[in-house]
């Protein structure tokens, strides 16, 4: 059955004191390669446990790849690009991440119960298994012919903290991640294929959307007071026939809501970054602003009635 709540760590009430984090920016294999993403997500994860990583995040359906926008796309995507969460896919990652002793977030596109109906999800999966699936609730562009939203929230309770997936899109849109802060999530896990835009394939204007991708991790840390954790795609990706080929921007980013930047990746190579995440670093970031009650002053005040003249 899937894990949509809290697995609550009894007597828990702070993240763990160190955290190391990794984000694995790189090209996922195309629409048909999911026993080669998986292959690759189970060797990166054990080179990130070697190295001493308790987190390990990937990009957004780095699993599954996405679809092809051509005749017979969605049946396409369903047979060949889609995977159920109880499947045997994410059971192997499960089960290295029990031999490992390590956290991850994997992409992937996940089949319902209903055929034809496609969710673009991220798995938080541990020693314990699926912690918990996240599904992608805004989509641009023709992903809305492809994928059903959900707009269910839960941000996830395991033995490193509190932990909130965010997916790609959802960057844009601060009420995602407000929804996380109000659940009390101290590591923000980002899961992206962002585009380039312009001749390079997706909406806007690649100057803007560059700046746009590598200031809205320490906007989202400051604002949610909480690790941000962001593993975008890199390389390139044909949509098919009616698209073409578009590029992925890159430029991951590990990001501490009192310290900024901890580590960056390029902007179009497959590179792996890694940082720590200190619980002390969190605490004097809710110290020097606390936030949270000052959201609830605010939200009494407006709530206050309007006075009539």
């Not at 697995?7 to 920016?25: I, L, T």
């Not at 395991?158 to 790609?168: E, Y």
Request: hydrophobic share 40%; aromatic share 8%.
């Amino acid at each position: 059955m899937l894990p949509r709540g809290n697995c609550q760590a009894k007597g828990k009430n702070f993240m763990q004191s160190k955290v190391v984090a990794s984000a694995v920016q790189h090209q996922p294999v195309e629409l048909g390669g999911i026993a080669e993403n998986l292959a690759f997500i189970l060797n990166q994860m054990q080179v990130e446990a070697s190295n001493g990583s308790d987190l390990v995040v990937f990009p957004e359906a780095n699993l599954t790849s996405f679809f092809k926008h051509e005749e017979g796309g969605l049946k396409r995507l369903w047979n060949e690009g889609s995977v159920d969460v109880d499947g045997p896919e994410l059971k192997a990652v499960a089960e290295a991440a029990k031999t490992l002793g390590i956290y991850t977030v994997v992409g992937f596109n996940e089949r319902s119960s209903i055929v034809g109906t496609i969710y673009n999800s991220a798995a938080l999966i541990g020693p314990e298994g699926i912690v918990g699936v996240t599904r992608k609730c805004f989509f641009p562009g023709i992903e809305k012919l492809y994928y059903t939203p959900d707009y269910n929230r839960t941000t996830f309770d395991c033995a490193l903290g509190k932990i909130g997936i965010v997916i790609c899109y959802e960057t844009l849109f601060p009420e995602v991640a407000l929804e996380h802060f109000r659940q009390g999530v101290e590591i923000l896990a980002v899961t992206s294929s962002f585009w380039s835009g312009g001749a390079k394939g997706g909406a806007g204007d690649p100057v803007t959307k560059k700046k746009f991708w590598e200031t809205v991790p320490t906007v989202t840390a400051i604002q949610n007071q909480a690790f941000v954790v962001s593993c975008n795609a890199c390389g390139f990706l044909d949509l098919g026939k009616k698209v073409g080929t578009w590029e992925r921007l890159g430029l991951s980013q590990i990001v501490s809501p009192n310290s900024g930047i901890l580590a960056q990746a390029g902007q179009f190579a497959a590179e792996t970054i890694r940082a720590e995440l200190l619980e002390s670093d969190l605490i004097e970031a809710r110290a020097n602003y606390p936030l949270m009650a000052d959201r609830l002053r605010g939200r009494k005040l407006v709530e206050q009635p309007v006075p009539t003249r």
